[in-house]
């Protein structure tokens, strides 16, 4: 069980860093991935890193803007992200990917465990 945190209610341009750990145990040397789902649309990648840290990968329409990081002595994954847009706004998940630990891929049905989800809204 993963639990995501950090989510609310920021401005456009605004910024919030969101962060996920396991329950309990730790992330192993999975990689780990973000994924997102707006109302009435369907679950998409947005950012994912290696155990290692040396691969990452994002969206290309938060290129620039997010950033995904790892503390593996803190069991920890983050999601910074910068100069929001109303179109970023939706629930955040954190997903383990058990069976992939550099090269991090970008289809959901490749992670294992999910969290519940955080939520991000991005309005003035």
Same mark, same amino acid.
């Given at each position: 069980? +993963?639990?995501?945190s950090?989510?609310?209610?920021?401005?456009?341009?605004? /910024?919030?860093?969101?962060?996920?750990?396991?329950?309990?145990?730790?992330?192993?040397?999975?990689?780990?991935? $973000?994924?997102?789902?707006?109302?009435?649309?369907?679950?998409?990648?947005?950012?994912?890193? !290696? $155990?290692?840290?040396?691969?990452?990968?994002?969206?290309?329409?938060?290129?620039?803007?997010?950033t995904?990081?790892?503390?593996?002595?803190?069991?920890?994954?983050?999601?910074?992200?910068?100069m929001?847009?109303?179109?970023?706004?939706?629930?955040?998940?954190?997903?383990?990917?058990?069976?992939?630990?550099? +090269?991090?891929?970008?289809?959901?049905?490749?992670?294992? !465990? $999910?969290?519940?989800?955080?939520?991000?809204?991005? /309005?003035?």
């Amino acid at each position: 069980q +993963l639990v995501e945190s950090g989510g609310g209610l920021v401005q456009p341009g605004g /910024s919030l860093r969101l962060s996920c750990a396991p329950s309990g145990g730790t992330f192993g040397s999975s990689a780990v991935a $973000w994924f997102r789902q707006a109302p009435g649309k369907e679950r998409e990648f947005v950012a994912a890193i !290696s $155990w290692n840290v040396g691969s990452t990968l994002y969206k290309n329409s938060v290129k620039g803007r997010f950033t995904i990081s790892r503390d593996n002595a803190k069991n920890t994954v983050y999601l910074q992200m910068n100069m929001l847009k109303p179109e970023d706004t939706a629930v955040y998940y954190c997903a383990v990917d058990m069976g992939r630990t550099y +090269l991090p891929r970008t289809e959901s049905y490749e992670y294992d !465990s $999910w969290g519940q989800g955080t939520q991000v809204t991005v /309005s003035s």
